[in-house]
């Protein structure tokens, strides 16, 4: 497995020298995802896990953009790590179409439970959309 090497960025510095403040960011973020996913009666309490199987990220996209997501389109009920990782790529997918970045997390690792991606995933989609209602 040949491993990228990276700028390191505000999450590396976050986690190794201010792991106090990631709580205070985790909650910010949990504010802003459940603020979208509320208007579908979904709501997260635990970054860490629910975000693993790409729904809720495709989902929000979907809401963050303002279009329906058509249900064949992604695994609503995943249960292999295929189906997850497809899942979180075909957020990715949507990420692009709305003018974002390419993610730096690649969809194992958020699939894996990587927190660290996983924020970076949601940060990016906070730091756009954070005055959409």
Do not use: C, W
């Amino acid at each position: 497995m040949m491993m990228g090497r990276f700028e390191r960025d505000a999450f590396d510095t976050l986690f190794d020298h201010a792991p106090d403040k990631l709580s205070v960011v985790k909650k910010s973020l949990i504010t802003f995802v459940n603020k979208h996913l509320n208007k579908l009666n979904l709501e997260v309490t635990e970054l860490e896990t629910q975000f693993a199987d790409g729904v809720y990220l495709v989902l929000l996209m979907g809401l963050l953009e303002d279009y329906f997501v058509p249900l064949h389109n992604f695994y609503l009920t995943p249960d292999s790590f295929d189906q997850k990782v497809h899942n979180v790529s075909f957020a990715f997918e949507l990420m692009l179409d709305g003018g974002l970045k390419k993610p730096k997390a690649r969809p194992e690792d958020v699939v894996n439970l990587d927190l660290k991606s996983t924020l970076r995933v949601l940060y990016n989609l906070f730091t756009k959309y954070k005055n959409v209602e």
